[in-house]
């Protein structure tokens, strides 16, 4: 089974960037379609962006497509979610998740990393 703990979170003015990452524990890594999801306080969960085993990528959000970029390194066995010009309305936690199905159907869930956007 695998395990995913999500870093690179913070706090960052409007206009900026961070890069989250996503590492996941043991060997099987490269079967899981991945994906990132965010809950801002006081609203559901929603899905982000999703990539399958061999970089297919889809964007859930039109509020963060051409700002936000899923990727993943089999190799490292990370997936890394790039966010620029980042708007205080994506600020939430930010959650990593894996499934062995597409669409992606998540069935591991990392702790989450917070993401906070000042304006």
């Known amino acids: 089974q695998v395990q995913l703990v999500e870093s690179g979170g913070g706090l960052v003015q409007a206009g900026g960037s961070l890069r989250l990452s996503c590492a996941a524990s043991g060997r099987t890594f490269s079967n899981y379609a991945m994906g990132w999801f965010r809950q801002a306080p006081g609203k559901e969960r929603e899905f982000v962006a999703a990539i399958t085993w061999n970089d297919i990528s889809t964007y859930r959000l039109d509020s963060v497509k051409g700002r936000f970029t899923i990727s993943r390194d089999n190799a490292k066995n990370t997936v890394y979610l790039q966010m620029n010009s980042l708007k205080p309305e994506d600020t939430a936690v930010y959650y990593c998740?894996?499934?062995?199905?597409?669409?992606?159907?998540?069935?591991?869930w990392g702790q989450g990393t917070q993401v906070t956007v000042s304006s």
């Open positions: 998740a894996a499934g062995t199905t597409w669409p992606l159907s998540p069935k591991i």
